[in-house]
Structure formats: structure tokens, C-alpha cells
């Protein structure tokens, strides 16, 4: 039997309110949780990431990537350096920029990433003549590079997107702003191809924000749920492009909160191989690592590289590493941020890594060399990486691992 509209609106609304009881005697004041929220608001959904004819695997099977932490450009020759030894002196942004001239003949990236603070807002004279110069040894040499920003280039959402637009403009960028809902500038992804035309690798790229002093002050910013809900689709697509999951690597400045838990998990019974910045840190993390460890079996294994100093994540977490880990692609995280931190450790099937600090207008600690990171992505989806440090001309690799 047919039941007439206005039945049917009547049945359909006794359903609803018995539903919302049932939300009420459960304890829930609205409506029942999602497995997943829904979608915002968008023009699209998000698809796969970009190509470009420069990142391609080539013949020998390796592409390698170079991350670049924390350079806090500023004023050129007229900058002075921090934390050094005297034997440095005279020293100024242009020994950064000396550094990336030489590692770029050493190591011979296919690509350059630049994870934020490139530059130095406080007291600079022209911060697009900065970034312009910080980025000159690559465009000088013909290597793509691209960039996203921390909180230090900008400290001001109105100004991100005048260096990002003028970053555009130089011959090898592959900068690229994202898309325009997405919160910040610079949040992007691009796909690295084999010479079959398959995809072998992605490179997600994240802005991280600067600080947050609205609703959570005192908070460095986070990844939010609009560039998780972005990630989420643009990896979907990927695979669905590619017939599979393909593996990636991702780069923003500010450290995800799960670096700190992934740290303490990971602290062996006896750290002594692990160098940290003050007893009192250490003593704190070695009692929690321990509890943890003994409570919850949250060992994923080794932390290779030093910890001095905290993890300076956000307040709070928008969860990006969550959404990477159900996922099951994203085999490496790395930032920047914390500058005397240079390790890597695993934690839920995802090593999180740090750059470790490149530039001399940078904090750092004197006798401790500046770095970059050197990620190879192999066509087999291996991973390898290490550190190359500026040591007096040596330029020493450290701390080599595969995964």
C-alpha cells in the first residue's frame, strides 16, 4: 500500500524524534558521533597532486630531495651570526647562503625543500630582496626548489602571500600557493613520476602557520582540518589514479605534538647514546619514556640523531598525523622549528624527523656544525636519509638510515 505524503513526513518525524531520545538517554546532546566528520564546505573535491617535468625518477633509480631548516635570512652581509666559535668570525647570512652553494655541489639534489623560517621578518630591510638572495644559489645552478613558511618569515598572514607570489616568479620555483579555502599559504603536493609515467612518490607540503592568538593563545598554529580533509582527498586520488597506495613524504616548519610522544616512547632504558639538551629535560622525558613503555608498549623502535632542546609543537593538535597514519602512506614527516634537534624516530609506521639547523643567523650551538637532511626516494618506495654537516670545508655525513 502507497502511504500518502503527509503520512510518510509523520512517520519520518516520529523516527527522528525517537532517534534524538535515544541520542538523549546515550548522552548526547545533539546528534551521535561519526566514524569520519563530513566534508567542508569547498568548491571540489580535491584531486590528485601536480606533475612537473623536473620531478622525474631518473635512470639511476634515486631521486633525492634536500631539506633546508631554518635559515632566518635577513640583511646579507650586514647580519651578524649566532652561536658560534671564534674561529668563525667574521661570519653573516652570507656563510648561509656559502653553505647551500656548496651542498648543492655535493650532494646534487634533484630538489631543494625549504621547511620554513627561510628568512628573518624582524628588523628586515626588504624581505622579498631576502627570500630572493636565500634562493639564488639554486636558481644560479638550475635546481627546482620549493618552499613553505614557519613563523618567523611573515609573523603576519598579509604578508605570506606577497613572498610566496614573488617565490613563483623565480625560474626553478615550484612554490605554489594552494589552494585559496585551504587556512595559510603554501600547502601543496606534487608527485614524483617514474620513467614508466607511473607515480613512485608524492611530496606533500604543508604551511604550518605562525602563532595563534585568538582562541588558543600562547599556541604556536597547527596543520588544521581543512588541510587534513585536503591531504586525505589529494591521497585518495592519488591512489585512485595510480591503482595503489604510493608512498610519500611530507614537510611543514612547526613539529606535530605526536614528535614529543613518538620521542618518549622511543627513549631506550639506557640513553646514553642520545644526546639532549639539560639534565632536568632528560630526567623528566627518561621517567615518562619509561612508564610508557612498561604501561602501554609503545616502543616503535631507535631514535638516531640528538634532542637538545624540546619539542615545540602546537598547544593543540588538528590531527594530521592520525589522518597519515590510517592512511598508511606517508613513510616520513620531517620540519624544522626546534634547531638543535636534528633525530629521527618512529612512531606508528611514520619516522618524524627534523631538519637540524642550517643557517648562522639561527640559534644553534657553537661547536655544533650546521646541517641539512638528504632524503633519497628510491623506485622500489625505500627511503634513505642522513645528515650532511658544515664542518669546516668536510661537509661529514651523519646518522644514515633506510626505512
Not at 516520529?14 to 569547498?42: E, F
Not at 656548496?102 to 630582496?129: H, R, S
Not at 637538545?308 to 590510517?326: D, K, Q, T
Request: net charge neutral; aromatic share 10%.
Amino acid at each position: 500500500m502507497t502511504m500518502a505524503p503527509k503520512q510518510t513526513t509523520l512517520l519520518l518525524a516520529v523516527a527522528a524524534l525517537a532517534a534524538l531520545a535515544a541520542c538523549a538517554s546515550a548522552g548526547y546532546t545533539q546528534s551521535p558521533p561519526r566514524r569520519s566528520p563530513p566534508r567542508m564546505a569547498g568548491p571540489q573535491v580535491y584531486g590528485p597532486p601536480m606533475t612537473n617535468s623536473w620531478l622525474k625518477m631518473p635512470a639511476n633509480g634515486r631521486f633525492r630531495v634536500m631539506q633546508v631548516a631554518d635559515v632566518h635570512f635577513q640583511n646579507g652581509a650586514n647580519t651578524t651570526c649566532q652561536d658560534i666559535l671564534p674561529e668563525q668570525l667574521p661570519c653573516s647570512d652570507l656563510n648561509s647562503t656559502a653553505l647551500l652553494t656548496a651542498l648543492i655541489k655535493k650532494e646534487k639534489p634533484n630538489l631543494v625543500v625549504f621547511t620554513g623560517d627561510n628568512i628573518w621578518y624582524p628588523n628586515n630591510v626588504d624581505i622579498i630582496k631576502a627570500q630572493t638572495e636565500l634562493t639564488k644559489p639554486l636558481n644560479d645552478a638550475g635546481i627546482p626548489y620549493m618552499l613553505t613558511f614557519g613563523n618567523h618569515d611573515c609573523e603576519a598572514e598579509d604578508c605570506r602571500s606577497k613572498l610566496i607570489e614573488a617565490d613563483m616568479q623565480q625560474p626553478y620555483s615550484l612554490t605554489e600557493s594552494g589552494p585559496k579555502e585551504l587556512h595559510g599559504k603554501g600547502t601543496y603536493a606534487y608527485t614524483v613520476m617514474g620513467a614508466d609515467g607511473k607515480p613512485t612518490f608524492a611530496l606533500y607540503i604543508f604551511d604550518g602557520g605562525a602563532y595563534l592568538s585568538s582562541k588558543f593563545p600562547g599556541s604556536y598554529d597547527f596543520i588544521h582540518p581543512d588541510q587534513v580533509q585536503w591531504y586525505n582527498e589529494t591521497s585518495m586520488a592519488l591512489e585512485k589514479m595510480a591503482g595503489r597506495k604510493v608512498p610519500a613524504v611530507a614537510f611543514t616548519h612547526i613539529p606535530l605534538p605526536e614528535y614529543d610522544s613518538a620521542f618518549v616512547c622511543n627513549l631506550p632504558a639506557d640513553a646514553t647514546n642520545i644526546t639532549i639538551g639539560t639534565m632536568a629535560d632528560f630526567g623528566m622525558k627518561s621517567k615518562s619514556g619509561m612508564g610508557k613503555v612498561l604501561a602501554n608498549n609503545c616502543s616503535f623502535g631507535s631514535t638516531l640523531g640528538v634532542f637538545h632542546e624540546g619539542v615545540y609543537s602546537a598547544n593543540v593538535n588538528g590531527g594530521l598525523f592520525s589522518a597519515m597514519a590510517m592512511r598508511g602512506d606517508v613513510k616520513m614527516f620531517n620540519v624544522g622549528h626546534d634547531h638543535v634537534n636534528d633525530f629521527c624516530t618512529p612512531f606508528y609506521g611514520i619516522q618524524l624527523c627534523y631538519g637540524g639547523g642550517f643557517g648562522y643567523h639561527a640559534y644553534g650551538k657553537a661547536g655544533w656544525p650546521r646541517r641539512a637532511r638528504t632524503i633519497d626516494l628510491y623506485g622500489n618506495g625505500t627511503v634513505h636519509t642522513y645528515k650532511t654537516l658544515d664542518s669546516w670545508g668536510a661537509y661529514a655525513e651523519i646518522d644514515h638510515q633506510s626505512f
